[in-house]
C-alpha cells in the first residue's frame, strides 16, 4: 500500500506538470501525457490541458474565471505523442470573453473545446442541497479498499479496471468496493475526491482545470450501475463522447469535494450521465453533463 501511495503522490506532481503548457507560438501550446500503461490518452487530461491552453490567453485584469465549457471528444488521442493546443480568441468584452481550443495529433483534431469566462458579479444565490452521505472521514479510501479485497483472496469481476489503482486524486467511495450496496443495481454512484498535493486557492485557471480533469473520472461508467447484474464493464466498448461544465464558485481542488454522479438514460449504444461537485461546506461549486459511448460485445 506503501508503494502504491508513492505511486499517486508522484503522479498528482506529474499532473500539475503536464498542465504547465509549453508556449510555441501565440495562441500555440503543447502539451505532455500521462504514461500510465493507457492504450489511449484519459479525455480528463485533454479536458484539463485545453481548459489551461484556454486560460493562457485571457488577461487576468480583470479577472475572468471559467465558468462553462463544452467539448467534443473525435478521436482516440495517442499517449506517445504530445498534443498541439491551438487557441482562437472569440471575444474579450468588459464581462465576458470566449475561446474555441482544438487540440491536434497527427495533423488532425482529436478534440474540441468551447469555453466562456466571466467576471465574478453579484446577484440572487440558490443551489441544490449536499446529498446526504456519509463523510470523507468514515470511509476508506479505495486502493485501501481494493487492496484489502486482494489481500483477502476476494475478486469481484465486476470491478472497473481502475478501481484501487494509483490516481492523482484520493477517492474515498460513498458504496465501497465490494460491499453488498456496491453489489445493487442504481442510478448513482457518489464519490469524495481531493487533489493529493496542495493547490494554491488563488490559482483558480490551475484549481478549475484539475476540476476538469476529475469531472470525466468514473462519470460515464456510471451508466453501467443499473445493469450491474446484467453486464460486465470490462466487455463494454465505453468511450465519451461529449462533456459539459459550468463551475460556479471558487474551487479548493485540496479539501475534499463530493463528486455526485447519476444517469438518466441510455439507449441505442450511448447514455447520458451527470455530476455535481459540492464542498465540504454543502455548496453546490460545479455541475457536469456528459454523453458516452457505450457499445455491447459484438457477438
Known amino acids: 500500500m506503501e508503494e502504491k501511495l508513492r505511486i499517486a503522490d508522484e503522479r498528482a506532481r506529474a ?17 505532455q501525457n500521462e504514461a500510465h500503461g493507457r492504450k489511449a490518452l484519459f479525455g480528463g487530461q485533454v479536458l ?89 472521514r468514515q470511509l476508506e479510501d479505495d486502493m485501501a479498499c481494493v487492496q484489502g479485497m486482494l489481500d483477502a ?3 469481484d469481476e465486476r470491478l472497473s479496471p481502475m478501481a484501487g489503482q494509483p490516481r492523482p486524486f484520493e477517492l474515498r467511495a460513498v458504496f465501497p468496493f465490494g460491499s453488498e450496496v456496491w453489489g445493487r443495481p442504481r442510478y448513482w454512484n457518489p464519490v469524495w475526491i481531493r487533489f493529493r498535493r496542495p493547490v494554491p486557492q488563488d490559482d483558480q485557471p490551475l484549481a478549475r482545470s484539475l ?24 466487455d463494454l466498448q465505453i468511450v465519451s463522447l461529449d462533456h459539459a461544465m459550468w463551475i460556479h464558485a471558487d474551487v479548493n481542488m485540496d479539501d475534499w469535494l463530493l463528486y455526485h454522479r ?12 451527470q455530476g455535481s461537485f459540492f464542498n465540504r ?15 455491447l460485445p459484438q457477438s
Not at 281 to 295: H, P
Request: net charge negative; aromatic share 6%; proline share 7%.
Open 15 to 31: 499532473l500539475l506538470e503536464l498542465l504547465e503548457l509549453e508556449p510555441v507560438e501565440r495562441n500555440l501550446f503543447l502539451g
Open 262 to 273: 447519476t444517469t438518466n438514460w441510455a439507449g441505442s449504444a450511448r447514455a447520458m450521465c
Open 48 to 136: 484539463a490541458q485545453a481548459l489551461r491552453a484556454a486560460c493562457n490567453t485571457v488577461d487576468p485584469d480583470p479577472e475572468r474565471k471559467p465558468h462553462s465549457l463544452h467539448g467534443y471528444f473525435m478521436r482516440a488521442g495517442d499517449v506517445d505523442r504530445p498534443v498541439l493546443y491551438e487557441v482562437e480568441r472569440i471575444r474579450d468584452g468588459r464581462s465576458f470573453a470566449t475561446r474555441r481550443v482544438v487540440a491536434i495529433q497527427k495533423g488532425q483534431a482529436i478534440f474540441n473545446l468551447d469555453v466562456s469566462f466571466h467576471v465574478d458579479e453579484p446577484g440572487l444565490e440558490h443551489s441544490d442541497p449536499i446529498p446526504n452521505v456519509p463523510r470523507p
Open 211 to 234: 476540476l476538469a480533469y476529475a469531472s470525466d473520472m468514473g462519470l460515464v461508467g456510471t451508466s453501467i450501475l443499473p445493469h450491474f447484474d446484467a453486464v460486465l464493464q470490462k
Open 153 to 155: 483472496g476476494v475478486g
Open 281 to 295: 461546506g454543502g455548496d453546490l461549486v460545479a455541475s457536469v453533463s456528459q454523453e458516452g459511448l457505450v457499445r
